[in-house]
């Protein structure tokens, strides 16, 4: 069974850390490109940070450069994004998606996505 299942999500307090991870069952994840991808209530769903699968080249959404890092570890199969001086701002159901085609950055179409994660940054 194909299955993207994002876990790690909760509450933290503005300037704290979190690490959300990816976990996928029933292929290869490092075979696809694969972002993180949010959703603020009243907002549209924005790309934070996406990987490619050949060269490990990634993009950063302008807010989150030098706070987020994506990374893979293939042996478990997983992506995570670890988030670090979060702000109030990141406040955000989290969702980890892959994408079947050629590219990796987060403003193309990506085609299989997990159920999501919430993120509240609060004190």
């Known amino acids: 069974q194909v299955q993207l299942v994002e876990f790690g999500g909760g509450l933290a307090q503005p300037g704290g850390s979190l690490r959300l991870s990816c976990a996928a069952s029933?292929?290869?994840?490092?075979?696809?490109?694969t972002g993180w991808f949010r959703q603020a209530p009243g907002k549209e769903r924005e790309g934070v940070s996406c990987?490619?699968?050949?060269?490990?080249?990634?993009y950063y959404e302008d807010s989150v450069k030098g706070r987020f890092t994506i990374s893979r570890d293939k042996a478990k199969n997983m992506v995570y994004l670890q988030m670090n001086s979060l702000k109030p701002e990141d406040t955000a159901v989290y969702y980890c998606?892959?994408?079947?085609?050629?590219?990796?950055?987060?403003?193309?179409?990506?085609?299989?996505w997990g159920q999501g994660t919430q993120v509240a940054v609060s004190s």
């Open positions: 990987i490619s699968s050949s060269d490990g080249s990634t």
């Open positions: 998606a892959v994408r079947y085609g050629a590219g990796y950055r987060c403003g193309l179409k990506y085609d299989y």
């Open positions: 029933g292929f290869t994840l490092d075979a696809y490109a």
